[in-house]
């Protein structure tokens, strides 16, 4: 399907490329794809709240969206390397990938365990784009990061589940037709392991909205689509199971490596924006007699961020390509995240500051990505919550929590 793609941006599918030069054709690919839809068009959507369905139809139909779906089931079976490079062009654009990213991981969940029936069912429509899989729902109110103590129940009855809770921040359900949910099976204090007792769940939104399941939108300080929502006695089949009763925390964290490397691949290219614009305004903008970009206190800040996102970039190459061989990738991920979501927000403040006064204009679009970008030292995982993880499985040093 991506060779399809390539084709359709003139560039001639080769058996024989290696795979440097394919992700270099994708990329290529996508910034053509991305350049339809310009900053305008993504301030627009800023302003009006609005949801990019243009975009994320062209971008699904494009099968960049599904390229971490084997092909047997209508992807592209490409792995996180060349997903990261995707999502890294999506937003050295100046689009917003939080629209759609998950498209991308939160079928994992369904690819590594769900049944062969459901995967028949739902692999191929998700990446024909006739199903959208974009919302996973794990944060609750009172229970934040401490996600093993989730409250939001789900009891069996005779033929399925009853589902009963809040969940919070859940994004792009609005505009998804499942949403993977994690829900508790087993109340904590009959559980041996804090990590068991939790089942994950597809749960058909459409058929769900208005019986027993209200959604209520945030408003919040980036366009990101997230909501709360109300469980009331809602009834689900019992085949909406995914994987086993009881081991969801599994199905949930099995995806998390993926989705941290994307995300941190989104922040490299949020950076990579930043240095772009900034290095272009300071190499343009005339302040006594002279570009400001001639003044050392203006252009080393800019070069230290490219350093520092240049890093970045290497952690996530080397964590995708853990991932994409089957070897142990969760300090590389993490470290990745970490590093590209603070190398992103520094390059953020440093293109504001290289603007002056102008990069408060919506005009000119910094501070939007600004807003943007800030996200990811907190969700999917916030810095503290990868420091922890660090110190006690790198270092080994006594768990702090
Ligand atoms: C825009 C947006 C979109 C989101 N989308 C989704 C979604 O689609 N699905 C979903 O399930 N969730 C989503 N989230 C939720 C997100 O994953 C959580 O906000 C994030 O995991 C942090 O949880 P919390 O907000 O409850 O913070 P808390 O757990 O309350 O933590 C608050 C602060 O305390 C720190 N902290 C907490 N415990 C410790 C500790 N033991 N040691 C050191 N520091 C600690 C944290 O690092 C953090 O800085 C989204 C959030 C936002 C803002």
Request: aromatic share 8%; with cysteine.
């Amino acid at each position: 399907m991506l060779g399809e793609i390539l084709v359709d941006v003139t560039l001639a599918e080769n058996p024989t490329q290696t795979r440097a030069e394919e992700i270099e054709h994708i990329r290529l690919a996508v910034r053509q794809l991305c350049a339809g839809y310009g900053e305008e068009y993504w301030l627009d959507m800023d302003r009006t709240l609005g949801y990019p369905t243009e975009f994320v139809a062209e971008l699904t139909q494009a099968g960049f969206l599904g390229v971490l779906i084997p092909e047997e089931y209508g992807g592209s079976g490409l792995g996180v390397l060349e997903a990261a490079a995707v999502m890294e062009e999506v937003c050295r654009s100046g689009a917003h990938a939080g629209v759609c990213h998950a498209q991308m991981y939160v079928m994992g969940s369904v690819l590594r365990h769900g049944s062969d029936a459901q995967k028949k069912e739902f692999l191929p429509k998700i990446a024909a784009g006739e199903l959208r899989l974009q919302s996973f729902g794990v944060t609750e109110p009172t229970t934040g990061t401490n996600t093993t103590s989730l409250k939001t129940t789900a009891k069996k009855t005779g033929d399925g589940y009853v589902i009963n809770g809040q969940k919070v921040w859940i994004s792009r359900i609005q505009h998804s037709d499942l949403m993977v949910l994690l829900a508790r099976t087993t109340d904590q204090d009959k559980v041996a392991k804090k990590t068991e007792g939790l089942s994950a769940f597809l749960i058909d939104v459409k058929a769900a909205e208005g019986n027993g399941l209200e959604i209520r939108p945030i408003e919040s300080m980036i366009n990101h689509h997230s909501c709360e929502l109300f469980f009331d006695d809602l009834e689900i089949p019992a085949d909406n199971l995914l994987g086993e009763e009881g081991r969801g925390f599994k199905v949930v964290l099995d995806g998390m490596n993926a989705e941290r490397i994307l995300i941190a691949a989104e922040c490299v290219g949020d950076g990579r924006y930043f240095i772009d614009k900034a290095t272009a305004y300071a190499n343009e903008r005339n302040v006594f007699d002279r570009p400001i970009g001639m003044n050392q206190g203006v252009q080393f800040p800019i070069a230290r961020c490219y350093t520092e996102v240049e890093a970045a970039s290497l952690m996530v190459e080397k964590a995708a390509n853990l991932f994409d061989t089957g070897l142990p990738c969760g300090a590389e991920a993490n470290m990745a995240k970490m590093l590209a979501s603070e190398a992103s927000w520094k390059a953020g403040d440093v293109c504001m500051q290289t603007h002056g006064g102008f990069a408060f204009a919506k005009e000119y679009h910094i501070e939007r990505k600004f807003r943007e970008t800030r996200l990811y030292q907190i969700a999917p995982i916030s810095t503290n919550l990868i420091l922890s993880y660090v110190a006690e499985h790198v270092l080994g040093m006594p768990r702090s929590y």
